[in-house]
């Protein structure tokens, strides 16, 4: 993988992208009318409420309709609850430490600096996509309102005001959620799949039977292919899976990912077609109905195989890869439990935890944290040092900048300065100076808001490398003509919100991208390396015989790799936004690791179930004999492991670890245990499946690396 084909052909120019990839993100697809719609009224209704009723912040009340996860309806409830509760908690932190620091400026100064590196750290550590969204908006409005030279009483009063604004938005928020629900039901990420399946499996037996494509599948699946799994994996992050499930959920959504990559590029081609591709079609696309269907009644996908006779299709040197690639989505499932024990329901929510797994002890949050408060307080200190609170609004972009969760630093400040500059400048200023002057009622005021909000909210509904732009849309626009009760006829002011939010960009850039930033190729590369060492540690789990330092120890570790495991996805999307004299290599780069990744993904998925028998947990228990092959097999598989990290670094040993004979040793060493005449045990069978799966596995991962 470190030397870079030079046979692929020219990728297309810089603005020819750029015109197919807004063209593939923003077309429409089944349910995004829909999503928009609910979007776009929750925020409408919040804002006539706010107007009518003269309730102030009002506007970020609109913003929580459009950031408020919604990709699983089944949890709105919850949402509404947690959002309360966070605001109810951060109203009464920020009045109890005022009442202690606002006498004692340098204690006051302090205690914002602690402020803000909490809300960042809270925005990379907490679980709960919602708290965080309501953990960091209290803080982006509180800091700004406190340094205010007005009484106390007034600042209580706005804060007060602040939390009847979030009180009120979460409410219409929920109930048009829960009405909007009942149009479609059902879990949207399994709906996502079955729709991805659905389309992969229509494509495939249009070749099946031999008949011209339907123009409308080919370009159905280019688009699936350009979005990407980028929703998979943000609808996993806000959920309420059980972490287990959401690994597995991912490892699937990757496979199914692959296997839509795999059909677009089909749809460029033309060929002829054998009697046996097209039995090959119509098997492959048989056994996606069937995968399908278990995954919409929620059941566990059973084993698939296919007999292709040893012979590849001559003209689809793809095949071999799809039917490998179908193969896989079942294995994602290392457990045999029914979906139903997973999947929230309104009666049976399982109990949400408030930090990811090792958390406090997973160096990168607390690297985020302080690179997101260098950040805001740069902002502050400037604004206070230059006695300009117009531009306050840099401390509020900062903090809800720190929510994105698109891949790369230069991806992230290309969104959010083009968003900012058409939100504030375009349509922010261009509404104050041509459109507003000429509304005369709230009825007007409502249909340019609607107009505003529906294109955000579509910007939105795209996948997460696009959809930021949205959200730095609208909400500029709200600072600039929604935060007061009346038309500002004065653009300073105006000016002062669009340069604080620019300001705020600018260190967000400075502190992300220019002092610890890299391009996305290298963090990518370096991403997938680490990930190669830190599933080499995990197959050497457990160190310990402590059963709770073990379990501590092991969760850390699967949460480290599960991000990371995402973080290479989202870098690979953050190439595409970057140009220059590298950009064949690095195409070339992230199309060689996004290849390996399924297969990286599902190792990991069958080593943590492989794990339990390491450990010895309860029900898992091996004969004494077996642990001596056993650890020899996992030591073999770490160094299998860190050799293939050391060949991505260009610096290590071509010599390979066959990881066949190390399983065959391990299989002689179980069976010398098992006496004459008897047969394995089905927990001794689990344990040689997931061994036999963990060597082919990483063979492959060997090959293609």
């Known amino acids: 993988m470190a030397t870079i084909a030079q046979s692929l052909p020219r990728s297309p120019g810089p603005l020819t992208w750029v015109r197919e ?4 993100e923003l077309a429409p697809y089944p349910g995004r009318a829909a999503t928009v719609g609910r979007m776009t009224l929750a925020a409408t209704l919040i804002m006539i409420v706010g107007m009518t009723f003269r309730v102030p912040y009002a506007w970020q009340g609109a913003i929580y309709a459009l950031m408020v996860s919604r990709e699983n309806t089944q949890a709105t409830l919850r949402s509404l609850t947690t959002i309360i509760l966070v605001t109810g908690f951060g109203a009464a932190y920020l009045l109890v430490s005022m009442w202690l620091v606002i006498s004692f400026p340098l204690l006051h100064f302090v205690w914002i600096i602690a402020t803000l590196f909490l809300a960042f750290y809270a925005a990379s550590a907490l679980t709960n996509y919602t708290a965080a969204v309501a953990f960091i908006n209290l803080n982006a409005l509180g800091i700004p309102l406190w340094d ?19 009180f009120i938005a979460v409410v219409i928020t929920a109930v048009v959620e829960l009405v909007f ?20 499996a229509e494509l495939f037996t249009c070749y099946a039977e031999g008949r011209a494509i339907d123009p409308a599948i080919g370009h159905e699946v280019v688009r699936l292919a350009t979005i990407g799994t980028s929703l998979f994996r943000r609808t996993l992050r806000r959920s309420d899976y059980s972490p287990q499930f959401s690994v597995e959920m991912g490892g699937v959504a990757a496979m199914v990912g692959r296997l839509v990559d795999l059909a677009a590029n089909l749809t460029h081609s033309s060929f002829e077609l054998s009697a046996s591709d097209q039995t090959r079609f119509r098997n492959l696309a048989s056994a996606i109905v069937t995968i399908r269907d278990d995954l919409v009644n929620r059941r566990i996908p059973g084993s698939v195989q296919f007999n292709s006779d040893g012979q590849p299709g001559n003209h689809f040197p793809l095949m071999g890869e799809m039917e490998h690639t179908v193969t896989l989505i079942p294995h994602g499932f290392a457990a045999s439990r029914s979906i139903n024990q997973y999947l929230p329901s309104p009666d049976d929510i399982p109990r949400p935890m408030l930090l990811a797994p090792g958390a406090l002890a997973n160096p990168e949050h607390l690297r985020f944290a302080l690179k997101g408060c260098l950040a805001a307080s740069g902002c502050y200190v400037i604004y206070s040092a230059i006695a300009w609170p117009g531009i306050s609004t840099a401390v509020t972009t900062c903090l809800l900048t720190a929510l994105s969760t698109v891949g790369s630093s230069r991806q992230k400040q290309f969104l959010r300065i083009t968003g900012a500059i058409v939100g504030g400048f375009l349509l922010g200023m261009g509404a104050q100076v041509f459109i507003l ?19 955000s909210a579509w910007i939105m509904t795209s996948s997460p490398r696009l959809s930021y732009f949205g959200i730095q849309v609208a909400l500029a626009f709200y600072l600039v003509n929604f935060s007061e009760f009346r038309m500002q006829t004065s653009l300073a002011v105006a000016r002062d919100r669009v340069v604080g939010i620019l300001l705020g960009l600018s260190m967000m850039w400075l502190v992300f991208d ?21 599933l080499a540690q995990f197959a050497g789990e457990p160190v310990s015989r402590n059963l709770k330092t073990a379990i501590a120890r092991s969760l850390v570790l699967r949460e480290t790799i599960t991000s990371h495991l995402d973080k290479v996805r989202a870098l690979a999307d953050g190439v595409l936004f970057e140009f220059g004299p590298s950009r064949e290599q690095d195409l070339e780069l992230r199309n060689r690791i996004r290849q390996v990744q399924p297969d990286l993904r599902m190792l ?25 092959a056993q650890d020899e097999f996992d030591n073999r598989l770490a160094t299998a492991l860190d050799r293939m990290a050391d060949r991505m670094n260009q610096n290590g040993s071509t010599q390979k670890e066959d990881l066949t004979s190390a399983y065959s040793l391990l299989e002689r060493a179980v069976l010398k245990v098992v006496p004459k005449g008897q047969h394995l045990t089905q927990q001794t069978q689990g344990f040689l499946f997931l061994s036999r799966r963990i060597a082919s596995l990483a063979n492959s991962l060997e090959e293609k690396i």
């Open 181 to 200: 629900a009942q149009v479609r039901p059902g879990d949207e990420l399994i709906l996502s799949i079955s729709d991805r399946l659905s389309v992969v």
């Open 21 to 24: 990839f807004l063209e593939a």
């Open 514 to 534: 220019r002092l610890w930033g890299a391009p996305a190729a290298v963090q990518m590369k370096k991403t997938f390396i680490s990930n190669l060492r830190l």
């Open 604 to 628: 990991f998925i069958t080593r943590i179930a492989l794990w339990k028998y390491s450990a010895r947990l309860p029900g898992f228990e091996l004969p004494g004999a077996i642990h001596a």
């Open 148 to 166: 205010q030279h007005v009484p106390a009483e007034t600042n209580v009063e706005d804060t007060l005001w602040l939390c009847l604004a979030v």
């Open 437 to 455: 002057p000429n509304l005369d009622s709230i009825g007007g005021l409502t249909v340019l808001f609607v107009a505003l909000t529906a294109l």
